[in-house]
């Protein structure tokens, strides 16, 4: 089976006769997000009952694999990922600057950026060896309130919700809910989490619905225990102590991912590919439908170049509907240049058919629908006898 085969008619106008839909949710994220020590950890969901399993490989042309409550992650090599982007150690007018101009570029509140950044700082001091970057607190922020802003939440100047926030209601795509009983304010931490880790980042009383004492309650959360971050296993440890649902683990993943990257180009991203990459995060664990648009469409997920079209549209970008037409209508990224943050990767011959599209999110890796069986997920865009046929840039 070729990955993500689409119909060289319009997607609508036939169903495959020989390949029933499966509505199992299979995520496979490739996990490469954290410091210099790279490995890849890949995941699998399945709908209703949360199991986690390993997988031999993260490959773009699996099938679907059987889940176990005891089967551990897996981990294998991945490719070199760049270093994150420091934070600055001092306090004072460079630090200032810094949180200004990265939560500007991410949309991130800035209060709620000073409260990541700081908060990685403190552990930087405390736990050297945890290898704590401030991407995940905000990936970890980004997926469970929003950085603050839930429900029309806003943030202090102190850091203080304006309004607690109390549990907010996250569910999976088969519709279980999957977000912590009493979980509290921005980062969304337990009760027995704040018990265990609460602490002021003042001298003032700890504050769940503080934002500084909750990074820095989730940040010793992370690094408890001695982890080193820079480590995909111990990372996926670490933030499961926040929530272990697959589904959450898998978009702080991708977030932090995003967040890396943008924060590595130390300018501001393309607005439009930024949004598209940021659709493509809130699809991931939709099943893959062949001729998918999504559920905005009507449809229980998508095919691959229908969230490429979907995450584009959501940005003012108008897309052809198949990967094919995509390849041949949009502006080509030369073969020696490395994608950018929104780039469309393509699969296949472009003499014939290109066959499959993701989109790319950074540190040589790229969000799909990749085929039957499978999820909207993460993968590594190159692996050995792929069919890469190039990247393309609708934002050109």
């Known amino acids: 089976m070729t990955l993500g085969d689409e119909p060289t008619t319009h997607p609508e106008d036939e ?16 996990a490469a997000v954290v410091a210099a020590g790279t490995l890849v950890v890949t995941l699998r ?46 306090t004072g007018p460079r630090f200032e600057a810094w949180v200004d101009d990265v939560a500007d570029w991410l949309g991130i509140p800035r209060r709620a950026m000073y409260a990541y950044a700081s908060a990685t700082v403190r552990l930087g001091e405390e736990q050297p060896g945890c290898d ?48 912590v009983d009493g979980a509290a304010g921005p980062l969304q931490l337990s009760p027995a989490l704040w018990d265990r880790y609460r602490v002021s980042a003042s001298d003032e009383e700890p504050d769940v619905q503080d934002f500084d004492d909750a990074a820095l309650a989730a940040a010793r959360a992370l690094c408890d225990g001695g982890r080193n971050l820079g480590n995909g296993q111990q990372w996926l440890e670490g933030v499961s102590a926040i929530h272990d649902a697959p589904l959450f683990l898998h978009r702080v993943l991708a977030t932090a991912n995003v967040y890396g990257t943008v924060g590595m180009a130390g300018t501001p991203p393309n607005r439009a590919a930024l949004t598209a990459v940021t659709f493509a995060i809130d699809k991931i664990g939709l099943p893959y439908e062949w001729g998918g648009n999504g559920q ?17 549209a959501s940005a003012g970008v108008t897309l052809q509907r198949t990967a094919h037409w995509q390849y041949n209508s949009v502006p080509l990224v030369p073969a020696d240049e490395e994608p950018r943050l ?55």
């Open 342 to 396: 929104g780039d469309l990767i393509f699969y296949g011959d472009p003499a014939t058919k290109i066959h499959h599209v993701g989109i790319y999110i950074g540190n040589q890796q790229m969000i799909d629908a990749p085929t039957f069986g499978q999820a909207v997920q993460v993968h590594n865009y190159r692996e050995p006898g792929d069919s890469f046929a190039g990247a393309g840039r609708p934002t050109a």
């Open 45 to 90: 969901l399945s709908p209703g009952d949360g199991d986690v399993t390993a997988a031999a490989s993260a490959g773009r042309a699996g099938t679907a694999g059987t889940t176990s409550t005891t089967a551990p992650l897996s981990t294998t090599t991945a490719p070199p990922t760049p270093s994150q982007t420091a934070v600055p150690e001092e």
């Open 132 to 179: 704590l970057s401030w991407v995940t607190l905000a990936g970890i922020g980004s997926t469970t309130t929003d950085h603050g802003r839930a429900g029309g939440g806003e943030i202090g100047p102190d850091g203080t919700m304006a309004r607690p926030i109390g549990t907010i209601e996250l569910r999976d795509f088969s519709g279980e809910v999957i977000s």
């Open 296 to 312: 905005e469409k009507g449809d229980i997920g998508f095919d691959c170049s229908g969230l490429t079209t979907a995450a584009y």
């Open 15 to 30: 169903a495959p006769k020989s390949r029933p839909r499966r509505r199992t949710l299979i995520v496979a994220l490739v």
